[in-house]
């Protein structure tokens, strides 16, 4: 092919890089505001039980006392599952409507009202989990409901924005950024929860919801839904971004004719949503229960906990990164099917990680180092996933319908996201090594579910029914 040859403009301080900039930040901010109850909730339990858990208060100015003392809560084990997963639950029913919509209202105002309304939800969510359980578990629904638009419209807005040849390194750099905001907020939350700043584990979600509101004005403000619209773009990159992606440019007729039933019969699509549902599950697993796993087996303290959880995910965030920047190097050089880089990288995304399951089953407080090991070598591999797994493959088969089938994908994989702490609720009720081997063996069976159906039915190119009308009468003539 020619086009490996072909030069382009610079990446490096052009528009497509700033925007790759944002979304990571985008996906940092998300993801810590989701997992930001992880960390938080180990310095929220009153494991002692006294008599200053949860106490009922009319008088507004009694809130102050939250901002003084550090309150913590007498919740069930299945009632933190139940909290850990809540965040869960709001994405399943907004996932594909939000695809949808992006397609037709933009995906810059989408994303923009999304991590708005979650950031103002989770500043206020110190105070609904002092008023009632049930308030702090709507207040988490209702985050998970704003962000469910995010991954699907940011699939929308790559498929406008980023050329083939250089696909898996911008999405490795903006989907990174979610591996970066598991790290930080663990890093972060783990001083703030040890510490007295306005009330110690409050301040995680009053600086979390910060960060998210920071962002809504750059984003507004530097950011337009294609480079025909984007303000500031050289005339250079515009036309070769415009150029290249060309069947992926529709009409806004065809944009609302959108082809359901093709899109649930594509084995393609099908693949991608068992693919969800076993990545979901281990990243969730992590995400959200390491906090959990690394006090429960391996007895560490909520400060040294936040700083050891930071660890496997800033590794993931680097070889996301190189995945992402290798496999488009090995696609340029026009060696290898870019099927096969996809097949291979996300083996690797699911294979490796499998397998350090099974050491994750003989660890405990006395074998510390192997357990951390094991973790540090599970998410970080899981990071080929990300980088030119089956996560960049919906923006390979699904041109500008790759928003909705994103959205389609995870909605369904958000109910194994779900699922994996109302598990370890479940089933760790004592704490114990062998309650959480069973939860490692089920994580060992999913992933390499994964792994072996993205191998028997990936594909790399654009499914017909995605490619715009012209392009379909091009390859008819």
């Given at each position: 092919m020619n086009t490996v040859n072909e030069t382009h403009p610079n990446l490096i301080c052009s528009i497509r890089?700033?925007?790759?900039?944002?979304?990571?930040?985008?996906?940092?901010?998300h993801f810590m505001q989701r997992v930001n109850l992880s960390i938080a909730i180990v310095s929220m339990i009153n494991v002692q039980s006294t008599n200053?858990?949860?106490?009922?208060?009319?008088?507004?100015?009694?809130i102050n006392y939250i901002f003084q003392?550090?309150?913590?809560?007498?919740?069930?084990?299945q009632n933190q599952g139940l909290l850990l997963s809540a965040i869960s639950i709001g994405p399943f029913f907004t996932q594909i409507i939000g695809g949808w919509a992006a397609l037709i209202l933009g995906p810059r105002l989408m994303l923009f009202f999304s991590i708005l309304i979650s950031s103002i939800l989770t500043m206020?969510?110190?105070?609904?989990?002092?008023?009632?359980?049930?308030?702090?578990?709507?207040?988490?629904?209702?985050?998970?409901?704003?962000?469910?638009?995010?991954?699907?419209?940011?699939?929308?807005?790559?498929?406008?924005?980023?050329?083939?040849?250089?696909?898996?390194?911008?999405?490795?750099?903006s989907n990174s950024g979610s591996l970066i905001g598991n790290a930080l907020t663990f890093l972060i939350g783990g001083f703030l929860c040890a510490g007295d700043f306005l009330g110690g584990w409050p301040s995680v979600f009053y600086l979390t919801g910060l960060f998210g509101l920071l962002w809504c004005f750059l984003w507004i403000?530097?950011?337009?839904?294609?480079?025909?619209?984007?303000k500031c773009i050289s005339a250079e990159e515009s036309n070769y971004i415009l150029e290249k992606t060309t069947e992926q440019i529709f009409k806004s007729e065809q944009k609302r004719n959108v082809p359901w039933k093709k899109i649930f019969q594509s084995k393609s699509v099908l693949c991608l949503i068992v693919s969800a549902l076993c990545g979901n599950f281990g990243i969730s697993l992590f995400t959200v229960c390491l906090p959990t796993y690394m006090k429960e087996i391996l007895d560490f303290d909520v400060k040294l906990n936040g700083e050891l959880c930071a660890i496997p995910f800033l590794s993931c965030w680097l070889f996301i990164i190189l995945s992402g920047v290798f496999s488009d190097s090995l696609i340029k050089s026009n060696k290898f099917e870019k099927i096969?880089?996809?097949?291979?990288?996300?083996?690797?995304?699911?294979?490796?990680?499998?397998?350090?399951?099974?050491?994750?089953?003989?660890?405990?407080?006395?074998?510390?180092?192997?357990?951390?090991?094991?973790?540090l070598i599970n998410i970080s591999f899981s990071g080929f996933q990300y980088g030119s797994g089956y996560l960049v493959n919906f923006n390979?088969?699904?041109?500008?319908?790759?928003?909705?089938?994103?959205?389609?994908?995870?909605t369904i994989g958000n109910l194994s996201a779900a699922l994996a702490p109302f598990l370890v609720g479940l089933i760790t009720k004592n704490k114990t090594r062998e309650e959480w081997s069973y939860i490692f063996v089920i994580s060992l069976l999913v992933?390499?579910?994964?792994?072996v159906v993205f191998m028997i039915f990936a594909k790399s190119e654009t499914e017909k029914w995605a490619k715009n009308n012209d392009e379909k009468k091009n390859e008819i003539d």
């Open positions: 890089f700033w925007l790759a900039l944002l979304c990571f930040f985008l996906n940092a901010i200053e858990t949860i106490v009922e208060k009319s008088n507004f100015t009694e003392k550090k309150q913590t809560f007498d919740w069930s084990k206020v969510t110190p105070i609904s989990a002092y008023f009632s359980f049930y308030g702090l578990l709507a207040v988490r629904i209702m985050i998970g409901l704003s962000q469910g638009v995010v991954t699907s419209s940011l699939n929308l807005l790559w498929a406008h924005w980023a050329p083939p040849l250089e696909r898996s390194t911008l999405l490795a750099i403000l530097t950011v337009y839904d294609s480079p025909s619209d984007q096969k880089i996809r097949k291979l990288f996300n083996s690797i995304g699911f294979l490796i990680p499998a397998l350090t399951f099974i050491g994750l089953i003989y660890t405990d407080a006395t074998r510390r180092v192997l357990g951390f090991s094991m973790i390979d088969i699904g041109g500008v319908y790759s928003g909705i089938i994103y959205g389609i994908a995870n992933y390499v579910v994964g792994a």
